[in-house]
């Protein structure tokens, strides 16, 4: 019987969850996806009072797990080389703990990934568990506990049987209904962006104008976040956009629906890390100094200048008898 299986009725009695994640993302069809493809993974973190959430990493998507001391545990597949398994069945899991702000804090809490091609290079003893889900979270568990950062009182025992996904929030309707796509088919078939799609070209524009336009750096600054805020800027919104695209092409019957949602993937990747490079550009902007106006040329007198006046004569020497 396959590990998972047997985990899958270790549990006694379901725990209480923890919260979803509190962002835009929690009511999008795609998020919601990768939610139940990582459900095997989250739920049970959740049941032990961990919040998750569901990023993209270097090249897949990871579970992102904020503890109480600061640091983040980080469970993935390996992301270097990129392989093409589907998201939530990869063929190991890395959990590693780490701070975001201290680069000596970092531990390798797990790793079954494959063994790799050089014989030199140590395999760790979890490598024989693959993608399996019961040894990852027995070592977390194992782990954290030893470090105190188990959130919940309660015993660390949940039950797989029941409905893993049910927290998660169904869309009142068909996004695909529900909004306007921004598409329709021209005269020839081909397809012509509406007034919602140009109106997303116009508000570009018309912030390229606002920043010509700018009489200082700290205007500038301002509109730069339009662009580069983390969370709903254009960077952020366009990323989202490309992530979402690639999610859809693998629901293609062709071939190239799979290399299509690589290429949108790379495209979102790539988008982030431009965002990310470009964090710290309006503060920046802030502190610069807005060059002086050039003086200006003398304006033609109105009158003749006085001449200066003349050096009086000097006083004769005076003879002494």
């Not at 703990?97 to 063994?115: G, I, M, Q, T, W």
């Not at 027995?138 to 959130?151: C, E, Y």
């Not at 010509?212 to 983390?230: F, K």
């Not at 949602?261 to 920046?284: K, P």
Request: aromatic letters at 4%; glycine letters at 6%; a negative charge.
């Amino acid at each position: 019987m396959d590990a998972d299986d047997d985990y899958a009725r270790a549990g006694v009695r379901p725990s209480p969850l923890a919260p979803l994640p509190d962002h835009r993302h929690v009511n999008t069809p795609w998020w919601q996806e990768l939610w139940r493809r990582h459900a095997h993974i989250t739920t049970p973190l959740r049941a032990r009072g961990l919040t998750c959430d569901i990023e993209f990493g270097l090249s897949a998507y990871i579970v992102r797990v904020p503890l109480p001391d600061d640091t983040i545990l980080i469970i993935s597949p390996p992301q270097e080389p990129a392989t093409e398994r589907p998201p939530g069945d990869p063929e190991g899991w890395i959990a590693t703990r780490e701070h975001p702000a201290d680069a000596s804090l970092f531990e390798v809490v797990y790793d079954s990934s494959p063994p790799s091609d050089d014989p030199g290079t140590p395999q760790r003893p979890e490598a024989c568990h693959g993608g399996s889900a019961e040894p990852l979270i027995a070592a977390i568990d194992h782990r954290l506990t030893q470090l105190g950062l188990l959130p919940s009182t309660e015993p660390h025992t949940f039950d797989f049987t029941q409905n893993a996904t049910a927290s998660v929030p169904q869309p009142a309707q068909d996004p695909a209904t529900a909004h306007d796509t921004g598409i329709t088919a021209g005269r020839s078939g081909a397809q012509q962006p509406t007034t919602a799609a140009a109106a997303c070209g116009e508000a570009l524009l018309e912030l390229t104008d606002q920043l010509n336009g700018s009489d200082s750096p700290i205007q500038a600054a301002a509109l730069l976040r339009q662009v580069l805020d983390p969370d709903d800027g254009v960077l952020a919104r366009l990323g989202d956009l490309f992530e979402a695209a690639a999610e859809k092409a693998k629901e293609a019957a062709e071939d190239d629906g799979f290399d299509l949602s690589h290429d949108l993937a790379d495209a979102a990747v790539e988008v982030r890390r431009l965002g990310e490079d470009l964090q710290s550009a309006e503060a920046r902007m802030r502190t610069l100094t807005p060059l002086a106006p050039p003086p200006r040329s003398p304006a033609s007198p109105t009158r003749t200048p006085s001449l200066p006046p003349r050096s009086l004569p000097k006083a004769p020497p005076r003879h002494t008898r």
